[in-house]
């Protein structure tokens, strides 16, 4: 690990640029970022891939977090070049649909591959364009790669039963078939993985894609597809397999209507999905949810503190609490409470804070100038409503989109600010007495994604995981409330959506189902022993 943060040093500068009022160019044409142009990026970059590429829409420039410079430009997609991108996928599907399974296999493990190659230069790409450290943007394509791995073997396994039939003579099998086109509309805080999440999965049960990534990380939009792109060349096969809209609200709408889009992915924030939700439903088309997350980790009184402590700060502060499982209540038995947040609040202190491509650092920017105005407004609201500021609170006095992380108490557990999801640092910690009202308290707020206790007791593990336990999708013992592997079902209940995402059974989502009845025999018998003559 410390090598690969070290390679960081090889493809990044260790300062940040001039100031921005001396900037007379982008990033992107400067000799210290020439390492962009190994990801085939430039000054002004095509925004939309369908077998060749392109883009007659708006040229929006993204910024590095870091700085607030600007890195590079994209042309995004037009409603005409979605038209006419939609209409090759569609098409490009009818090919790949009838590769075999594990020949479409073997093409996803090259793009896993081709993903191992570029993992360095694309995880500094990540750290520039979204502002997450070094290590989480070559995670994050780890991820990625990782995944295709898993849907490599998933390929020679996806299938349904042979079901006892009733009828003699009669077989009773179940058909699963690729839906067709699925389309993936990802977000800003997992610009790679996200869409590996979903493309490698759906590619192996015969889909095509077509992918929408946040308007603020084209650029890592860009790089991925041209990497996917080159594969499915060099295989022969069309590349609108995997297709690229870069765009914003027109395009995630139209996707979201378009009855060609025989299953939309979208993971975004709870009010966004709601809408997506609503127009796929309207069409009787079928959603994939991955929303947002109120997560928390509860910690009982025989709880280990040497894992309560580093759990709690990776989940709250890494990724700067731009994570969908970033840890947002901290429920602290009342016997303990005091010891665990001073040993917290010296642990905030250790954080290193500074640019996400420096090897030293911990903790980077927000992602945008608006995501700092909703960290204070967040903090003014939760001082309002009674509770007081133990550390942190304040934007940090240098170039970026930089807060300090933060760590609120006093608060009641359903004070409205804690029921809401605020995507910045910021813990709130609050006192509990006992296991029943800690457990109701947990399942209180209206997202339900990722939840973890702390404790030693057995019985006590076990009424969390069962019916009277925790209401969220990922629900964990003795570790943090982020940090998912990728051979489970990633997703939660409620608000965040109900969708799941990499393993286990989540390849069923990207296929239809059909229950199929075969007569081989002279007979003609009736299910539920019906005669008609």
Same mark, same amino acid.
């Given at each position: 690990?410390?090598? @690969?943060?070290?390679?960081?040093?090889?493809?990044?500068?260790?300062?940040?640029?001039?100031?921005? &009022?001396?900037?007379?160019?982008?990033?992107?044409?400067? !000799?210290?970022?020439?390492?962009?142009?190994?990801?085939?990026?430039?000054?002004?970059?095509?925004?939309?891939?369908?077998?060749?590429? #392109?883009?007659?829409?708006? $040229?929006?420039?993204?910024?590095?977090? /870091?700085?607030?410079?600007?890195?590079?430009?994209?042309?995004? &997609?037009?409603?005409?070049?979605?038209?006419?991108?939609?209409?090759?996928?569609?098409?490009?599907?009818?090919?790949?649909?009838?590769?075999?399974?594990?020949?479409?296999?073997?093409? $996803?493990?090259?793009?896993?591959?081709?993903?191992?190659?570029?993992?360095?230069?694309?995880?500094?790409? $990540?750290? =520039?364009?979204?502002?997450?450290?070094? @290590?989480?943007?070559?995670?994050? +394509?780890?991820?990625?790669?990782?995944?295709?791995?898993?849907?490599?073997?998933?390929?020679?396994?996806?299938?349904?039963?042979?079901?006892?039939?009733?009828? !003699?003579?009669?077989?009773?099998?179940?058909?699963?078939?690729?839906? #067709?086109?699925?389309?993936? *509309?990802?977000?800003?805080?997992?610009?790679?993985?996200?869409?590996?999440?979903?493309?490698?999965?759906?590619?192996?049960?015969?889909? &095509?894609?077509?992918?929408?990534? /946040?308007?603020?990380?084209?650029?890592?939009?860009?790089a991925v597809t041209k990497i996917i792109a080159k594969v499915l060349e060099d295989n022969k096969v069309p590349g609108a397999i995997c297709s690229l809209v870069c765009g914003g609200a027109d395009i995630g709408t139209a996707m979201a209507r378009d009855e060609r889009m025989d299953l939309l992915s979208f993971t975004g924030s709870t009010k966004v999905g709601k809408q997506v939700a609503l127009m796929v439903q309207e069409r009787f088309g079928r959603s994939l949810l991955e929303l947002g997350g109120n997560n928390a980790i509860i910690v009982f009184e025989d709880a280990d503190l040497n894992l309560v402590i580093p759990s709690a700060l990776f989940a709250a502060v890494g990724t700067a609490g731009q994570r969908c499982t970033t840890a947002r209540r901290l429920f602290l038995h009342e016997s303990i409470h005091d010891e665990v947040v001073a040993k917290l609040a010296k642990a905030y202190a250790q954080v290193r804070i500074g640019d996400p491509w420096d090897?030293?650092?911990?903790?980077?920017?927000?992602?945008?100038?608006?995501?700092?105005?909703?960290?204070?407004? /967040?903090?003014?609201?939760?001082?309002?409503?009674?509770?007081?500021? $133990?550390?942190?609170?304040?934007?940090?006095?240098?170039?970026?989109?930089? +807060?300090? !992380?933060?760590?609120?108490?006093?608060?009641?557990?359903?004070?409205?600010?804690?029921?809401?999801?605020?995507?910045?640092?910021?813990?709130?910690?609050?006192?509990?007495?006992?296991?029943?009202?800690?457990?109701?308290?947990?399942?209180?707020?209206?997202? %339900?994604?990722?939840?973890?206790?702390?404790?030693?007791?057995?019985?006590? *593990?076990?009424?969390?995981? %069962?019916?009277? %336990?925790?209401?969220?999708?990922?629900?964990? @013992?003795?570790?943090?409330?982020?940090?998912?592997? *990728?051979?489970?079902?990633?997703?939660?209940?409620?608000?965040?959506?109900?969708?799941?995402?990499?393993?286990?059974?989540?390849?069923?989502?990207?296929?239809?189902?059909?229950?199929?009845?075969?007569?081989?025999?002279?007979?003609?018998? =009736? &299910?539920?022993?019906?005669?008609?003559?």
């Open positions: 690990m410390l090598g @690969v943060r070290r390679a960081a040093a090889a493809l990044l500068p260790l300062r940040a640029g001039a100031p921005a &009022a001396a900037m007379s160019t982008l990033l992107v044409s400067q !000799p210290r970022y020439a390492w962009l142009r190994e990801l085939g990026l430039q000054e002004e970059n095509p925004g939309v891939y369908n077998g060749r590429w #392109g883009g007659g829409g708006q $040229v929006v420039t993204t910024y590095c977090p /870091a700085n607030n410079e600007p890195i590079a430009s994209v042309r995004q &997609a037009s409603l005409e070049d979605y038209e006419e991108t939609v209409k090759k996928a569609k098409e490009a599907w009818k090919v790949w649909a009838d590769i075999p399974a594990p020949k479409r296999g073997e093409i $996803v493990r090259q793009i896993g591959d081709a993903l191992r190659q570029k993992i360095k230069v694309l995880g500094s790409l $990540v750290s =520039l364009e979204m502002g997450k450290i070094f @290590v989480e943007g070559v995670g994050e +394509v780890q991820e990625y790669v990782d995944v295709c791995d898993y849907a490599v073997g998933l390929s020679r396994m996806i299938g349904g039963p042979i079901l006892p039939s009733e009828r !003699p003579g009669h077989a009773l099998i179940e058909q699963w078939n690729p839906v #067709g086109l699925v389309g993936i *509309i990802t977000a800003f805080n997992f610009p790679v993985a996200v869409y590996g999440w979903n493309s490698a999965i759906a590619m192996i049960c015969g889909n &095509a894609c077509l992918w929408k990534g /946040a308007p603020t990380t084209s650029l890592i939009s860009v090897s030293d650092t911990l903790y980077g920017p927000l992602h945008t100038k608006e995501a700092v105005k909703m960290f204070l407004d /967040a903090v003014e609201q939760a001082k309002q409503q009674g509770g007081s500021v $133990v550390y942190g609170g304040k934007v940090i006095n240098r170039p970026g989109n930089y +807060v300090e !992380p933060t760590i609120v108490t006093g608060l009641p557990h359903n004070a409205p600010i804690v029921h809401t999801e605020t995507f910045a640092p910021i813990l709130y910690v609050l006192k509990f007495k006992e296991e029943e009202e800690v457990f109701a308290w947990n399942n209180e707020v209206k997202q %339900g994604l990722s939840s973890s206790i702390f404790t030693k007791d057995l019985g006590r *593990i076990f009424r969390w995981l %069962g019916p009277k %336990g925790s209401d969220c999708g990922i629900v964990n @013992v003795n570790i943090p409330t982020s940090g998912a592997e *990728i051979g489970g079902a990633f997703g939660g209940e409620k608000h965040t959506g109900g969708g799941r995402e990499s393993g286990s059974d989540s390849w069923k989502l990207y296929m239809r189902r059909s229950t199929c009845t075969i007569n081989y025999s002279k007979d003609l018998p =009736l &299910a539920q022993g019906i005669k008609f003559q």
